[in-house]
């Protein structure tokens, strides 16, 4: 009961006679906060054990990490692991194609979704609230619905006149165009109502000297819209990273496998055991989530706004 | 200017929908020999049809079961958190940060993490929990407890995502409505239900909303830790269906029915933010 009415109260509430005896006896003070810190540090390590664990495994080298009992600190500590992870090409390759993947996403979501959001957030126009609520409407779209659909579509090759498009099956293409999905409706919405808090007046002067629409949107909303396109576009990143499901289903070689995939079948070094390679998974873990924790921890707030874009607003 | 949005969203998302409502009707198979055709209702209703179909039913039992207790204790243990790191204490920031780690981590990612901490013979759950002598020997933990295993981790990683959530509902909660309670002579606990839950409610059920959603939808978690042996979820099941065995007809059927019961949840939650903002 303590855990929730500590919570619940701020301490200045407290009548001032009980918080005034309080301060002058600092060890009652120490005991009767006891159980509250005692949920501090339980939180703080069922948050942080599974993260320690896998930095303490890339650190043991695979001798100390196949035995038991198993070690809690590493006794050996190497960067074998990490050396022989950041080595391998197979992995190496991953983080490429997981970089290109996720950058063209990134880039061809904002180019496309700030003009709709220009549009979207400064022209009233018929069809405006329809067309929002259609691409808030894909924010919750289940990807699996159209599994099958793109998995056709990309295992057919296009005719069109005298051209042919090649299918996209099996190349990194194919997870391009399907992330559009997540990640357009992302800097749609976000970006549009970023825009729609910027005040008018600076494009109404931009107009009256004779911009047209297009360049008031580029020299004058752009560069003051450009940190939302900075936050939008990481969240953008991070969410065309993460992806699994159409990596699975789209991507077949393992020279264009995503961080994720290679993250799940990671194959163990030649002529060792067949035991799956722990120590090289945990060090290729770690080398993908620390950038992505500096991240979250930086962008926290936009992350959570651009989730639940919609949602507050109704 | 509009014109790029809607062609890509007509192209990759309404397209598609439409081709697999269409998929639906026809017995399509992937590299078949015989050309596709048009079988109406008979994978919805057909003797071989998704009623039937008793590896769909238990993926739908398996996914309910997972969003019913992944949601719940994601909520109970974010409210605990919340709470927590909304009061004041020293070292408050570090905290925040430290409770959103988890989240921080992609889904696979942690699901490997857990993966190896779940280790039959070298997994440090086993060895804590064989030190603390709570077990005799090591437990497959995957293979015995598979559901628990994979509820586990995604618990661990949702949330921080719960608690950020209602966090921010917690802030907006003026807090001279606390000091008037406590004037009154109301007690921390009192206050909690009286102010902290009704005002809370908003956040709550938005919480609660992208939590059930994102629980239906469930793949990463059950992929990496189970691969495609049971307990399936809706969605390793579908594709299952589509990708490894071919059969784009019936595994459009399958979406189709996953589209449909992830809709009722949406109409019910859309009603309910209506009503909430009467």
């Known amino acids: 009961m303590s855990v929730a009415a500590e919570g619940a109260g701020r301490p200045q509430a407290r009548p001032a006679a009980r918080s005034r005896r309080l301060r002058r006896n600092p060890v009652m003070r120490f005991v009767r906060r006891l159980p509250f810190y005692l949920l501090l540090a339980l939180i703080a390590v069922w948050a942080l054990f599974p993260f320690y664990w896998a930095l303490k495994s890339a650190f043991t080298p695979d001798i100390d990490l196949f035995k038991t ?115 357009l409706p992302l800097t749609v919405w976000v970006l549009t109502s970023f825009i729609r808090a910027l005040p008018k007046d600076l494009e109404e002067a931009a107009y009256i000297d004779g911009a047209t629409p297009l360049q008031a949107f580029r020299r004058v909303l752009l560069p003051l819209v450009a940190p939302g396109l900075v936050t939008v576009g990481l969240l953008a990143f991070i969410a065309a990273w993460n992806e699994f499901l159409f990596a699975l289903s789209f991507i077949e070689t ?52 651009g989730l639940t874009a919609g949602a507050v607003k109704g | 200017m509009l014109a790029p949005s809607l062609l890509v969203v007509a192209l990759v998302a309404f ?120 077990i005799g020997r090591g437990v497959a933990w995957t293979a015995v407890h598979p559901l628990a295993s994979v509820c586990v981790v995604d618990i661990w990683k949702t949330t921080p995502f719960v608690a950020l959530l209602l966090l921010a509902g917690l802030q907006v909660i003026p807090s001279e409505l606390y000091e008037a ?40 978690v059950f992929y990496v830790l189970l691969g495609q042996r049971p307990p399936q979820s809706m969605a390793i099941y579908n594709q299952y269906t589509i990708v490894q065995a071919g059969q784009v007809g019936y595994g459009a059927a399958i979406s189709v029915a996953i589209f449909l019961i992830i809709s009722v949840f949406v109409v019910i939650y859309v009603t309910l933010l209506r009503v909430e903002k009467q």
Do not use: C
Request: hydrophobic fraction near 55%; charge should be positive; charged fraction near 10%.
């Open chain 1, 69 to 183: 009992p198993v070690e809690y600190f590493p006794s050996h500590a190497t960067l074998t692991q990490f050396r022989q992870v950041l080595g391998s090409s197979f992995f190496l390759r991953a983080l490429l194609n997981s970089t290109i993947v996720a950058g063209s996403v990134t880039l061809l979501g904002l180019v496309i979704g700030a003009l709709a959001a220009f549009a979207l957030g400064r022209f009233g126009f018929r069809g405006r609230s329809a067309t929002l609520y259609l691409m808030l409407s894909m924010t919750i779209f289940p990807q699996i619905a159209i599994l099958g659909a793109l998995y056709t579509m990309f295992n057919t090759s296009l005719h069109a006149w005298f051209f042919t498009v090649h299918p996209l099956y099996d190349t990194l293409g194919s997870l391009v165009v399907s992330y559009m999905i997540f990640t």
């Open chain 1, 254 to 305: 393992p020279s264009k496998y995503t961080v994720n995939l290679a993250i799940v079948a990671f194959p163990p070094p030649s002529g060792s055991t067949f035991q799956t390679p722990w120590g090289q998974i945990m060090a290729a873990t770690i080398v993908v989530t620390v950038p992505l924790i500096v991240l979250t921890l930086l962008l926290q707030r936009r992350i959570l706004a």
């Open chain 2, 15 to 134: 397209y598609p929908l439409g081709r697999t409502v269409y998929q639906s009707f026809t017995n399509q198979q992937f590299l078949a020999l015989e050309p596709t055709k048009w079988v109406g209702l008979d994978n919805y209703f057909g003797a071989a049809g998704l009623i039937h179909d008793t590896m769909f039913r238990d993926a739908i039992v398996v996914t309910v079961k997972f969003t019913v207790i992944t949601v719940f204790f994601e909520f109970v243990l974010g409210l605990i958190i919340a709470l927590v790191v909304n009061s004041n204490f020293r070292g408050r920031g570090v905290m925040r940060a430290v409770m959103l780690v988890p989240w921080a981590i992609p889904t696979v990612i942690s699901a490997q993490m857990w993966n190896w901490m779940y280790n039959d013979i070298y997994g440090v759950l086993n060895d804590g929990l064989m030190r603390m002598h709570l």
């Open chain 2, 181 to 220: 309670a406590a004037v009154d002579g109301a007690s921390k606990w009192q206050q909690f239900w009286t102010i902290t839950l009704p005002l809370l409610r908003p956040a709550i059920l938005v919480a609660l909303i992208f939590r059930t959603l994102d629980a239906l939808r469930v793949f990463d």
